[in-house]
């Protein structure tokens, strides 16, 4: 069982940046491969990136290459996203979600993930 709190949304301008956070517990979190999705209105949840456990690999989905950064902190249980230069279409509500099954594969289906936060609503007005 794993518990996550994502947080540190909120309202931009357009260029602007923001920084998510999502604190976990309930297993070891160095094991888990973690994950940021996000939905806008209308549309499917998306995968916008992940990190391994270990920290050593990361994905990003190509829309927020150069822009966005995922890291985080095992001795916290903390994951993170930085988002810079910021865009109207990055709004969404984003999801930190946390799989399981592997400490190094990190899956762009939202199908792998195994458990979510509840979701914090980014705005970025042009």
């Known amino acids: 069982q794993v518990q996550l709190v994502d947080s540190g949304g909120g309202l931009v301008q357009a260029g602007g940046s923001l920084r998510l956070s999502c604190a976990a517990s309930?297993?070891?979190?160095?094991?888990?491969?973690m994950g940021w999705f996000r939905q806008a209105p209308g549309k499917e949840r998306e995968f916008v990136t992940g990190?391994?456990?270990?920290?050593?690999?990361?994905a990003y989905v190509d829309s927020v290459k150069g822009r966005f950064t995922i890291s985080r902190d095992n001795a916290k249980n903390a994951v993170y996203l930085q988002m810079n230069s910021l865009k109207p279409e990055d709004t969404a509500v984003y999801y930190c979600?946390?799989?399981?099954?592997?400490?190094?594969?990190?899956?762009?289906?939202?199908?792998?993930?195994?458990?979510w936060g509840r979701g914090t609503q980014v705005t970025v007005s042009s």
């Open positions: 979600a946390a799989d399981i099954t592997s400490p190094w594969f990190i899956s762009q289906s939202s199908r792998a993930y195994n458990y």
């Open positions: 309930g297993r070891t979190f160095s094991s888990i491969v």
């Open positions: 990190i391994s456990g270990s920290g050593g690999r990361t």
